[in-house]
């Protein structure tokens, strides 16, 4: 049973067509929220946006429907009213500590409301890391409209929005104006209304990644509004797409792995930056350095799996996995005949399951806009397979590392001296000069220079 490239893409397009409406709306607020120097607000407005939804959930409304959104929303202004206030603090309370107070008093509150609540841990899990793979077709319009009312608002008071950022960012043209205080309640109550759909979705991490990460990508390269979210808005877009990919690719969770995704584009962007804005002579110095650096921390890292992988042959061998993925020679090389066709089997079975869980997966998504019911048969098959699919997960994933662990004890003693070995002369190789010089205090191997002799009198 394969996967087609179609199948794929109907089950990855709705959720990065969100991502990239998440990534628009929230790079214009993470510009703001850089130049007003409250990189934390958005955890604590999700924060509040998150107690609105638990408390929702403990009173017995779910939290994506219309009573569990006004609660969510209801939340999230009390949290700008709150945000709001904070601008009139004395100037001996740091705002950044403000906020941390009101993230912390707000997850304290969840906790409370959760531990009285049924699957309240699988609630909290849920706003934590979102499910934004479940994101249908019929779910875009309401962020089509959602989004594009706000940010027309916000194109059409740009003016009053960047005053209320430089008052906030104390600029004292602009501090006393009495104006700015209301439009910064409607720039957070704004916020609340986009926190409050996007958290629901995506989760409390990624929607921080949202908001954070474009803008700042977009301000390595440019102090111009509109440049800055043009290009952020190109790097989110690149990490949505990435993130996605590796979370379908490797099987793993899509918020965890587009966050990790947001992770790498900003350190990608701030290595970018580092090479454009200077002369020839520094980059060329620069590439020096950084390509000793990388190949340091990875030939570190070489013997550090070595050393592990020597000592402890059977246990998790996460470096090996990638050599050998990057390689073409699995463990089965090195596996007798026997073991090699038990190991074989084990691996098919291991990526048939995965085939069927996608399929599954695949037509509950294209049956749900269309409200059709699956067929008695359909609803059987995926309730068997529901039922056996931990049991097969656990014993093929048994036998495959049983036999891997054999395996790599074998080679142990022939693969990791010489890769040890290999590292270690390549870590010399990169390390410079003089700080070779120092480790080994070749000074002291020198022949010293003969003294010359004075002429006697």
Not at 222 to 227: A, I, L, N, Q
Not at 353 to 379: G, H, I, K, N, W
Not at 398 to 416: I, K
Request: glycine residues 8%; aromatic residues 10%; contains cysteine.
């Amino acid at each position: 049973m394969t996967i087609s490239l179609y199948d794929i893409f109907v089950l990855l397009a709705p959720p990065f067509a969100a991502s990239m409406l998440f990534v628009a709306i929230h790079a214009n607020f993470g510009l703001h929220v850089l130049r007003r120097g409250v990189i934390f607000v958005d955890l604590a407005l999700a924060q509040m946006s998150a107690l609105g939804a638990t408390i929702a959930f403990a009173v017995g409304h779910v939290p994506t429907s219309m009573s569990g959104l006004i609660y969510t929303f209801l939340f999230s202004a009390i949290g700008a009213g709150l945000l709001t206030v904070g601008r009139g603090l004395p100037k001996v309370v740091h705002t950044e500590a403000y906020i941390g107070i009101l993230y912390v008093v707000a997850t304290a509150a969840t906790i409370l409301v959760v531990d009285r609540s049924p699957q309240g841990a699988e609630h909290v899990k849920q706003i934590l890391v979102g499910s934004i793979l479940t994101v249908s077709v019929d779910d875009l319009p309401k962020f089509i409209m959602l989004y594009g009312a706000i940010g027309v608002f916000h194109w059409l008071a740009r003016g009053p929005f960047r005053m209320a950022t430089e008052a906030a960012a104390g600029s004292p043209q602009a501090a006393h104006k009495h104006s700015a205080w209301i439009w910064d309640f409607l720039f957070y109550l704004s916020f609340g209304a986009v926190v409050t759909s996007s958290v629901a979705t995506a989760g409390v991490l990624l929607v921080f990644c949202f908001l954070i990460v474009p803008a700042i990508i977009g301000s390595l390269f440019t102090r111009r509004f509109v440049g800055a979210l043009l290009i952020g808005w190109f790097g989110g877009a690149v990490a949505s797409a990435v993130g996605l990919a590796a979370s379908f690719g490797f099987d793993l969770p899509a918020g965890a792995a587009m966050v990790l995704a947001f992770s790498l584009t900003l350190a990608s962007a701030m290595v970018l930056r580092a090479f454009v804005s200077v002369s020839g002579a520094a980059r060329k110095a620069r590439f020096c350095a950084f390509f000793q650096g990388v190949s340091a921390i990875v030939l570190t890292i070489v013997c550090a799996g070595m050393i592990w992988f020597m000592s402890m042959p059977t246990a998790d061998q996460p470096l090996l996995d990638v050599l050998e993925w990057a390689s073409g020679m699995g463990p089965e090389t090195i596996m007798t005949p026997g073991e090699r066709a038990v190991y074989a089997d084990a691996m098919k079975a291991v990526s048939t399951r995965q085939a069927q869980a996608m399929q599954f997966t695949l037509l509950e998504r294209q049956t749900r806009p269309q409200s059709q019911p699956l067929s008695d048969d359909e609803v059987r098959r995926m309730g068997a397979f529901q039922q056996a699919f931990n049991e097969m997960a656990r014993g093929e994933d048994f036998v495959a590392t049983s036999l891997s662990g054999q395996a790599r004890a074998r080679e142990r003693w022939y693969v990791g001296p010489a890769v040890l070995v290999a590292a270690m002369l390549g870590l010399l190789a990169v390390t410079p000069r003089k700080m070779r010089a120092r480790f080994f205090n070749l000074s002291r191997w020198r022949r010293p220079r003969r003294m010359r002799r004075r002429p006697s009198l």
